[in-house]
């Protein structure tokens, strides 16, 4: 694509300067018909009166059929219609280049287009999920476990619609891209609202808030069900 880039804006730049040689040559033309037109009009008139003399006179035919111009005359209309046609094919040559310079941008940004959409494509396909604060999977950010936003939004184009459609948390029957990491204790990908375990040995870490019951962000430190448990177990003892 580069290379046509390359080719495409080095025939561009050199487009005006071949436009304008064929213009002027146009213009030339267009004076040398004038002139000849003009020299034409003035030979045929002074023909004409030259004829009508002829016939007063009586030295002339009056026979319409008989009376022609004159070799020079008709030459000089010969003439005028060859550099009429000149002009005619100067400025379709000039159309012609222009049309191809528009119809191989077309053709670019079409092939652009293209392969700007597949780029999308494969971009939305491979993109992990997004963690907020810098956290990986494990919810960890380098810092420490220190979460100021314990949300996040799925980023794929059904998210509201999963979330609407499994406001209980039962598991959903998704199509799941297997390199894609799973979540939560319905082992589904990210999607919706989701909430961070703030145990640091929690193995799962990140839950959808229909299936811990939440409906909205959680305030102060939350744990799940099992981490939860477990410490009311160890409070026990």
Same mark, same amino acid.
């Given at each position: @694509? ?23 040559? @146009? ?33 002339? $035919? ?63 396909? $491979? ?24 949300? /996040? ?28 990491? $799973? ?10 609202? @989701? ?21 909205? /962000? ?20």
């Amino acid at each position: @694509m580069s290379f046509f880039i390359d080719e495409f804006q080095a025939d561009l730049e050199a487009l005006p300067n071949i436009l304008q040689k064929k213009y002027a040559l @146009m213009r030339d033309l267009d004076k040398s018909l004038q002139e000849i037109v003009r020299q034409n009009e003035q030979r045929c008139e002074q023909e004409i009166e030259d004829i009508k003399r002829g016939v007063r006179a009586g030295n002339s $035919t009056p026979d319409t059929s008989l009376i022609r111009f004159s070799d020079e005359a008709l030459d000089e209309q010969k003439h005028s219609i060859r550099i009429a046609d000149e002009k005619v094919a100067l400025a379709i040559q000039a159309y012609d280049l222009v049309d191809s310079h528009i119809q191989q941008l077309d053709q670019y940004l079409k092939k652009s287009g293209e392969e700007l959409r597949r780029e999308r494509e494969n971009t939305a396909a $491979t993109a992990p999920p997004q963690i907020p604060d810098g956290t990986t999977k494990s919810g960890r950010s380098e810092s420490g476990r220190g979460r100021k936003n314990r949300t /996040r939004l799925a980023t794929a184009a059904a998210s509201s619609a999963a979330t609407a459609a499994n406001p209980t948390g039962m598991e959903l029957d998704l199509p799941v891209d297997p390199n894609e990491p $799973t979540y939560c204790l319905c082992n589904q990908v990210s999607y919706g609202e @989701m909430v961070a375990c703030d145990n640091p040995d929690c193995k799962i870490e990140w839950f959808h808030f229909g299936c811990v019951g939440l409906k909205e /962000r959680p305030k102060g430190k939350w744990y799940c069900p099992d981490c939860a448990a477990l410490r009311n177990r160890r409070k026990g003892r």
